[in-house]
């Protein structure tokens, strides 16, 4: 095992006393090392040219602008905090990425594609991500304990920024979750892996997504953080007030919820247009 340079194990220190998710850790970790093998230099050596050079190449590859501005954090991080250079985050500037609306599934398309899930593990997981609006980091992390059937809630122990928060329990997904408890039963995590004190790896939901998907013969790229949009989509539509949603979904800004009324279908043909307030004569009476 290779031995940790004293400016790794430095960075993972920083990380950790921040309370960074062990993902983002390691997501940070190996965005730097790969900025230091490009130049063949250590990243101390580096500086704010070496990182607009490295973006320039990364753009002209074609990177993806989420994947770009999870660089932008590594960097920005290891500037600021590890090395303790004030002015050098601010001069490296987050990527502007195009704002895309997310893919929302009907409620029919909803039903079509868990019943297509073969196996009943990740038929139960990718249920209950969508029942309660969860990311695939969330589901697979759940435990039994953090089912309480009294209070009618699913606690996320650990959502992003590793923020605890409360979701309501459905009462069919209680239902679901019993019947799965029986079958499976599960000891420590509720979606345990190989090892049963280890959860399911998110790539495992990721691939039932593509089998479920292509089974059930939509056309809609679906994943968990699309049924994720689809629980806000429909939440909205039946009237639930947005700022619940908010809290629902973990997210710290309002502004992030919203964009669900850009793609809520009742609510956009049910908004009155201006023009049914004219009276006005555009073709000829017949």
């Known amino acids: 095992m290779a031995e940790i340079s004293p400016l790794r194990r430095r960075m993972i220190e920083d990380m950790t006393v921040r309370n960074l998710s062990p993902a983002t850790q390691q997501s940070y970790i190996h965005a730097v090392a790969k900025f230091s093998r490009y130049f063949g230099h250590s990243p101390d050596r ?7 050079a490295y973006r320039v190449h990364l753009i002209s590859k074609g990177l993806s602008w989420a994947s770009l501005n999870q660089i932008v954090c590594a960097l920005r991080f290891f500037y600021g905090v590890t090395l303790g250079c004030d002015t050098i985050p601010e001069r490296i500037a987050y990527a502007r990425a195009p704002r895309k609306l997310p893919c929302v599934l009907s409620a029919d398309e909803v039903v079509r594609f868990l019943e297509a899930v073969s196996s009943l593990k990740a038929r139960v997981a ?13 589901v697979i992390g759940l435990k039994a304990a953090d089912i309480d059937s009294d209070r009618m809630v699913i606690r996320i122990e650990r959502g992003k920024g590793g923020k605890e928060r409360y979701v309501m329990l459905s009462e069919q997904l209680l239902g679901i979750l019993r019947s799965y408890w029986r079958l499976a039963r599960p000891e420590s995590f509720l979606f345990p892996g190989r090892d049963k004190d280890k959860p399911i790896e998110q790539t495992v939901l990721h691939a039932a997504c593509r089998s479920a998907r292509a089974a059930a013969g939509i056309d809609k790229r679906v994943s968990v953080h699309v049924l994720r949009h689809s629980f806000a989509t429909h939440l909205l539509e039946s009237g639930v007030d947005i700022r619940i949603i908010q809290v629902l979904l973990g997210h710290e800004h309002l502004s992030t919820t919203a964009r669900y009324t850009q793609v809520s279908t009742h609510l956009i043909s049910g908004t009155k247009s201006p023009l049914d307030n004219l009276s006005l004569e555009v073709t000829p009476p017949e």
């Open 46 to 52: 580096l500086g704010v040219e070496d990182v607009r």
């Open 126 to 138: 990718l249920t209950t991500a969508y029942a309660a609006g969860l990311r695939v980091s969330e």
